[in-house]
């Protein structure tokens, strides 16, 4: 199997930083998200991905500091049904614990939007149906962005079928015409499938990024795309990621890649047979958009 990955800021600024390793670990918005991409591990029907919703992120500090989650949700205006899931695990296990002990609850499909907490060895996630979540401002209290920078957090671009199939569609329309990445040319390519599981394992790593403020391939639990890939049940001969941060439309991300040299090569190797797509909103000084997309050659 081959994993290459490759990675861009906004179009025009692009980044060619070597992968480092981290050793924090595994977030567990991103672990339940690769859990319902792949069924976890094949044992349930495979889940649509989470939305990511900063608001339950503070819903979920407050639980951890002590709130009963009923009363977390009623301070942060939450009208919604919410689903809570607390789990320790040692570093590098959370994936596993979770799949040993939340699977039926992580996997309901009806679980839409998702918040986090983490300290220490803890964390706290939070997971709720209804789209878009229902919320209003407690009384007396100002509305403002995670981590209490007193900002409001800005709106984001349409999340969802739009973006999606715009992505899809500008990538197959530069497949589809002979090109030159840098000094290397290729002829047209057929069109890239677009995968769910590839999406939801896309939305995961760009969720772990947008939730910590990094700009890296690998994990902040040290895995690469590949491994992650692997995890959500995907069976692949290769597999290609590229990653940007800024960009604030699918036209922006794709050219951004398209005009360098690496990135063109991913989105135009004839290998690839699919595409997942995700992006994330970050938090104070890093608040940009956070891009992630996969490409993969299955196994058969």
């Keep these: 199997m081959i994993d290459r990955t490759l990675y861009a800021g906004r179009a025009l600024l692009l980044l060619s930083l ?59 205006g939450v009208t919604a049904a919410v689903t809570g899931v607390r789990t320790s695990a040692p570093e590098g296990e959370l994936l596993e614990v979770l799949r040993r002990q939340q699977c039926r609850t992580l996997l309901r499909p009806e679980l839409a939007v998702a ?43 349409e999340l969802g079928v739009q973006v999606v199939s715009r992505t899809l569609q500008l990538v197959n329309a530069a497949r589809a015409q002979a090109r030159s990445c840098g000094g290397r040319a290729f002829d047209p390519a057929p069109p890239l499938r677009l995968s769910p599981t590839l999406s939801a394992v896309a939305s995961g790593h760009a969720a772990d990024m947008a939730q910590h403020g990094y700009f890296e391939h690998r994990g902040r639990d040290g895995t690469t795309p590949a491994q ?55 938090h104070g000084a890093h608040d940009g958009l956070y891009w992630v997309q996969l490409l993969a050659q299955p196994r058969h």
């Excluded at 907490?117 to 995670?146: F, K, M, N, Q």
């Design 115 to 157: 918040g986090s907490y983490h300290r220490r060895d803890s964390s706290w996630l939070i997971l709720t149906a209804g789209e878009p979540l229902v919320r209003r401002a407690p009384p007396g209290v100002a509305a403002r962005a995670p981590g209490g920078s007193g900002r409001t957090t800005r709106a984001l671009p």
């Design 228 to 282: 992650r890939v692997d995890a959500s049940g995907y069976r692949h001969q290769l597999v290609g990621e590229n990653i940007a941060y800024g960009p604030e439309s699918a036209e922006e991300v794709v050219s951004g890649w398209l005009a360098s040299p690496g990135h063109c090569d991913n989105i135009m190797d004839p290998h690839f047979v699919d595409m997942g797509i995700a992006y994330m909103a970050g």
């Design 18 to 76: 070597p992968l480092l390793m981290h050793g924090a670990r595994a977030d567990v918005l991103s672990a339940a998200q690769v859990l319902r991409a792949g069924g976890c591990g094949g044992m349930m029907s495979a889940a649509p991905a989470l939305r990511h919703d900063p608001a339950l992120d503070e819903l979920a500090r407050d639980w951890a500091e002590g709130l009963s989650l009923p009363a977390a949700a009623r301070r942060h």
